[in-house]
Each structure stands twice: as C-alpha cells, then as structure tokens.
C-alpha cells in the first residue's frame, strides 16, 4: 500500500491500483516512445505490484491498526527471495518478455544493496544469466530490454 497522511486519516492507493495507473500513464506514450512487444511491456506495468503479499496480511498494519505504507514494511530475507522469485515466475508465465521485465525490475529493487543475502544474490545472478538467455531466444537485445525497463520504472515513479 502507498499510505499518504492527510488531515481526515489516510489515503491509501493499493498495490495494484498504483499498477493500473502506472499502466494507465504507459497508454498515452506516442507511439513512437513505446517499445517493441508493447502489448506484453503494458501488461508487466499493469501488473508488476500484483504478487505482493495479500493486503490482509498483518504486517500491513501498524501495532496501533493505521496502514502502514509499503516502504515501511519489513520481511525476512528468506521471505523477500520467496516473493521476489514468485513474482519473476508468475511474469515469465504470462510471457517471457514479462519475465524479463519483472526479473529486471527485482534487479533494480536488490542488486544495488550492499547487504542482500547470499539467497538473493544467487538469485539475481541466475536471472541476469537467464535474461541474457532469454533475450537470445526471443531475438532481442539488453538495449531493448532496458529502453522497456526504462518505460516500466518511469510510469511506476509517476504512479
């Protein structure tokens, strides 16, 4: 959830409202700025923040019962690698195009950690080795990848 205090209590905007407004946003580049398989980059916008924990899952809420804001909340290392794998097969199920996209974008949200665990770093290594695999199978270029990534993470800010 993206919690914002305001004087009457909160706003909260869902996970997977934030995606459908990220994708909403995607929709009216020109088609001239949107990358090639535009169809399954839209989708992968869409949808990126689905396979979060389900919301009614308690560390969503405060000790005190307020939302908690998605940055404030914490898992395990073991939980963070399960989720973050979940999300990359879920996407490649859908398309891999989308898997690489979603394998891309765990990328940006671990690999700069100093302290990720070694869990994590294993699986980031595999996925940059998948990808470069992928890319190879669907004929396309780390260059095209990253412009749609590019896409993705702009309209996910925005949202």
Not at 79 to 91: G, P
Request: charged share 35%; glycine share 4%; aromatic share 8%.
């Amino acid at each position: 959830m993206i919690v914002t205090s305001v004087e009457s209590g909160w706003e909260v905007v869902f996970q997977r409202s934030h995606g459908l407004l990220a994708g909403q946003i995607a929709e009216r580049f020109r088609d001239d700025l949107k990358p090639d398989l535009w169809v399954e980059t839209l989708d992968t916008i869409c949808s990126h923040d689905d396979n979060k924990e389900a919301f009614d899952a308690k560390h969503y809420i405060t000790d005190l019962g307020a939302p908690k804001d998605f940055t404030l909340v914490s898992f395990s290392d073991r939980k963070r690698v399960e989720e973050a794998r979940r999300r990359i097969t879920d996407c490649h199920r859908t398309h891999r195009w989308c898997g690489l996209l979603m394998s891309r974008h765990v990328e940006h949200l671990y690999g700069g950690e100093e302290e990720v665990s070694d869990e994590m770093r294993e699986l980031l290594d595999s996925e940059q080795d998948r990808r470069k695999s992928v890319l190879r199978s669907l004929k396309r270029k780390i260059a095209d990848l990253e412009s749609a990534y590019k896409v993705l993470q702009w309209c996910d800010r925005c949202s």
